[in-house]
T-cell receptor, first 113, second 116 residues
Framework: TQLLEQSPQFLSIQEGENLTVYCNSSSVFSSLQWYRQEPGEGPVLLVT?????EVKKLKRLTFQFGDARKDSSLHITAAQPGDTGLYLC?????????????FGKGTLLTVNP | EPEVTQTPSHQVTQMGQEVILRCVPI?????FYWYRQILGQKVEFLVSFYNNEISEKSEIFDDQFSVERPDGSNFTLKIRSTKLEDSAMYFC??????????????FGPGTRLTVL
């Protein structure tokens, strides 16, 4: 069974601060996706990383996929209250070619004004 | 921008009743999924569907569950006899096969199922 551990589970910071959240596994994934989920809504895709060592930037968000494709990180620079939300990582398993996602429990980020 | 849609947004039912949750995946996507999220817990895979058949199902997806793509656009999840523990958010997702958006799986807004 593939598991994804996200840390920290909760993070409360002040506006303007930088932060990093982590997504770790003992399993290799064919790709890893980061989502943001608001209460009562579906996960919204932020980015997909595919290649080991890959770095992708989305404005103030920087995503990195580990060289071994087992872990990933999300770094937010100069966080804003609008960044508040639940950040989920999900690993794609291409075994059997059904591409199902295994989700972590998420990091609940609160950015205080 | 194309999106996955789901209906209803909220379904309340009595234990033992049948429910059908409906999804319209993004057109030209060929892989379809159902996931569920019990309140406060992580999103869990239920079933994947490709080429008009189930390609994988989880332990959660027992004989009470079924999926169907009846008309080439809708993708449905049926629970034959609901149990209290089926109360959760159910998300439909679809995945492209296009190389330009390879690996990206898009989720619908979810249906909140409440079993009384």
């Amino acid at each position: 069974t593939q598991l994804l551990e996200q840390s920290p589970q909760f993070l409360s910071i002040q506006e303007g601060e930088n932060l990093t959240v982590y997504c770790n596994s003992s399993s290799v994934f064919s790709s890893l996706q980061w989502y943001r989920q608001e209460p009562g809504e579906g996960p919204v895709l932020l980015v997909t990383v595919v290649t080991g060592g890959e770095v992708k930037k989305l404005k103030r968000l920087t995503f990195q996929f580990g060289d071994a494709r087992k872990d990933s990180s999300l770094h937010i620079t100069a966080a804003q209250p609008g960044d508040t939300g639940l950040y989920l990582c999900a690993g794609e398993n291409s075994g059997g070619s059904n591409y199902k996602l295994t989700f972590g429990k998420g990091t609940l980020l609160t950015v205080n004004p | 921008e194309p999106e996955v849609t789901q209906t209803p947004s909220h379904q309340v039912t009595q234990m033992g009743q049948e429910v059908i949750l409906r999804c319209v995946p993004i057109s030209n996507h060929l892989y379809f999924y159902w996931y569920r999220q019990i309140l406060g817990q992580k999103v869990e895979f239920l079933v994947s569907f490709y080429n008009n058949e189930i390609s994988e199902k989880s332990e959660i997806f027992d004989d009470q569950f079924s999926v169907e793509r009846p008309d080439g656009s809708n993708f449905t999840l049926k629970i034959r006899s609901t149990k209290l523990e089926d109360s959760a958010m159910y998300f439909c997702a679809s995945r492209s096969t296009l190389q330009s958006s390879y690996n990206e799986q898009f989720f619908g807004p979810g249906t909140r199922l409440t079993v009384l």
